[in-house]
């Protein structure tokens, strides 16, 4: 479960990462 938690962290956190990045570009 913890391994889980862990991917998920990391999976949302270069989910924000990418979108972050997106709105610089379209700004």
């Known amino acids: 479960m913890a391994l889980g938690l862990a991917a998920k962290k990391e999976i949302v956190a ?3 990462e990418v979108a972050s990045r997106a ?3 379209a700004v």
């Open 14 to 16: 270069e989910v924000s």
């Open 23 to 25: 709105l610089s570009v």
